[in-house]
């Protein structure tokens, strides 16, 4: 006999919580189903949707003050943390490009909401269901700032893409400053930003 537990919101910030994010995850849920095959031909459409909707729930910002720790962001000038900010947000856009190339019919949705004492940070879990395979769950960190909740982090099956990318952040900072990380995710880059130009240009 197999015994399941779900672990439900248990108070009514949670439910708020719960709530907010399901109404995120279901518009990108509908965006998917409806555009996924013309986004792929047409990427800005994507795009733009990413811009709209998903980059005030997924804080660029916070992704990468907890990759590079908080003495390397102290070192940053406004101007450094702005190109910065700018130049991995066109990462995530890449990375949700990718995503997308993997679509295969998932839904998201919240299953349980974690915060801390404080009630300031968290963890969600979102359960990711597919016809094409097994139900998958993916915990995102989220944060409180100035009333509103965003994502920094995720992990799954125990992995936090934060720790992993952050060696990568913190040694190229160390030996080649802000200018070396941006050159390098601009690298990174390139061929998706090569592939949005010509798709602008048809």
Known sequence: MCLCVVIAPTSNADEKI?????????????????????????????????????????????????MLGTSRWKQLTDSEANVLIKTYENTIRRYLFEVLQQYQGQKASVESVRLNDKGNKGW???????????????????????????????????????????GFFRDTFDKNGVVGVVAELREKNKEFNQAMAVASDE
């Open 18 to 66: 719960a709530t907010e994010f399901n109404n995120k995850l279901n518009k990108i849920n509908v965006f998917l189903e409806e555009n996924h095959k013309q986004a792929l031909q047409e990427p800005n459409l994507l795009i733009g949707f990413v811009n709209q909707e998903l980059l005030e729930v997924w804080s660029a910002r916070n992704t990468i003050r907890a």
């Open 124 to 166: 969600l879990r979102v359960r990711l269901e597919s016809p094409s395979f097994p139900t998958l769950n993916v915990d995102l960190k989220i944060y409180k700032e100035q009333e509103q909740w965003t994502v920094y982090d995720f992990s799954f099956q125990g992995i936090s893409f934060v720790k992993m990318k952050r």
